[in-house]
């Protein structure tokens, strides 16, 4: 319909239909403004279907081409396609004219500003703020919370992957002296720590520590490491270091931090996803940063020093899985222990420094 905008009182706003309250029924109709007044009038009549002043009516929104509603008091409803006409008429009464929605609508540019704005907002959140609330988390955490955290991700990991061990009871024996000798080297004591066997399925050879201090280690590590129980208790000192310096538990809100923010951005993902989002987090957590890693093998050379073992005896273990896993490039076979090589020799560096020897390669 054509429109009949007039700027002066009395006058047509637009064309369009009138609808009653509670009623599918529509009249053409026309708005105009009587005595300071909106009124919806017959398209060939004046006798007033329904009129109210302007602050009494709502009127709603300009989006794109969809049809603007005059809703009246009494519950009719003025629907007009000529939006631009309606935008004029609030104009003129200093009401303003499209809203926000139709004006983001209208410059593709300003919602590419507006998108990219919030991807850098969330990079800024995972760059700066996530590990913020991780230390503040980490420094405010009660002691019940990284027992519930290890209970849930122990539980998972035997219903979908572990099975029971299938190591003899003289072999688990031999191994357990061994740890609970090196963890009686640490400043949490003996009794702070917690050694689990498992088989460990598809996972294959892998130790690793949650952050209440419950440690894993897997019969397929048992069995590559052969009789070299102190290779095995290396290892284990090594994940020691990851709970004494609070890896686990860092990594454990770092992986509920992006949960969260993944949420925030993706909206309703649906419990199905969400549950992936919060499990796989958890899991995740499991691995490191080299840096960690790196904390935890100068870790384990000092818990072995003090313990009386070999310091580089977590060395032997990179060298076997560089002699029998063939791992010899920068990122290792398990995800959790990355760039063999290099660690392999930190570790013989950082022992010869502990113990007071000079490094050959600069004699």
């Given at each position: 319909m054509a429109s009949e905008n007039v700027a002066i009182a009395g006058g047509a706003i637009v064309s369009g239909d009138w609808?009653?309250?509670?009623?599918?029924?529509?009249?053409?109709?026309?708005?105009?403004?009587?005595?300071?007044?909106?009124?919806?009038?017959?398209?060939?009549?004046?006798?007033?279907?329904?009129g109210a002043g302007l602050s009494w009516v709502e009127i709603s929104s300009r989006v794109g081409a969809i049809p603007r509603r005059v809703t009246f008091p009494d519950g009719s409803v003025f629907e007009t396609w000529d939006n631009d006409g309606i935008d004029r008429y609030l104009a003129a009464r200093g009401k303003g004219g499209a809203g926000i929605v139709h004006w983001l609508e209208q410059f593709k540019l300003r919602l590419i500003i507006i998108v990219l704005a919030a991807f850098l907002l969330g990079g800024a959140v995972y760059r700066w703020g996530v590990p913020a609330l991780v230390e503040v988390a980490i420094l405010t955490t009660p002691p019940i919370v990284p027992q519930l955290m290890a209970q849930g991700t122990l539980e998972a990991l035997d219903q979908t992957t572990f099975s029971p061990t299938k190591l003899a009871e003289a072999?688990?024996?031999?191994?357990?002296?061994?740890?609970?000798?090196?963890?009686?080297?640490?400043?949490?004591?003996?009794?702070?720590?917690?050694?689990?066997?498992?088989?460990?399925?598809?996972?294959?050879?892998?130790?690793?520590?949650?952050?209440?201090?419950?440690?894993?280690?897997?019969?397929?590590?048992?069995?590559?490491?052969?009789?070299?129980?102190?290779?095995?208790?290396?290892?284990?000192?090594?994940?020691?270091?990851?709970?004494?310096?609070?890896?686990s538990l860092r990594q454990f809100y770092r992986a509920a931090g992006m949960t969260g923010l993944i949420m925030l951005i993706a909206g309703d993902v649906g419990s199905s996803v969400e549950d992936v989002l919060v499990q796989g987090g958890g899991l995740l957590a499991l691995s490191y940063?080299?840096?960690?890693?790196?904390?935890?093998?100068?870790?384990?050379?000092?818990?072995?020093?003090?313990?009386?073992?070999?310091?580089?005896?977590?060395?032997r273990f990179f060298g076997l899985l560089e002699e029998k896993l063939g791992d010899k490039g920068d990122t290792n076979i398990l995800s959790t222990h990355p760039g063999t090589p290099q660690r392999k020799k930190d570790i013989i560096d950082y022992s010869r420094i502990i113990s007071g020897q000079s490094d050959p390669d600069l004699q």
């Open positions: 609808h009653p309250a509670g009623s599918s029924r529509s009249v053409e109709a026309r708005l105009v403004e009587r005595d300071g007044e909106i009124v919806a009038v017959p398209a060939g009549g004046d006798k007033p279907l329904a072999r688990r024996k031999e191994i357990a002296d061994g740890f609970a000798r090196i963890a009686a080297q640490s400043p949490r004591g003996a009794g702070a720590y917690n050694l689990n066997f498992r088989d460990g399925g598809l996972i294959g050879p892998n130790a690793f520590a949650l952050p209440d201090g419950t440690l894993v280690i897997t019969d397929q590590l048992v069995e590559l490491a052969a009789g070299d129980t102190e290779m095995i208790v290396g290892v284990l000192a090594h994940e020691i270091g990851h709970v004494e310096l609070e890896h940063s080299r840096s960690a890693e790196a904390e935890a093998d100068r870790r384990s050379v000092e818990l072995m020093a003090k313990a009386g073992y070999d310091p580089t005896a977590i060395a």
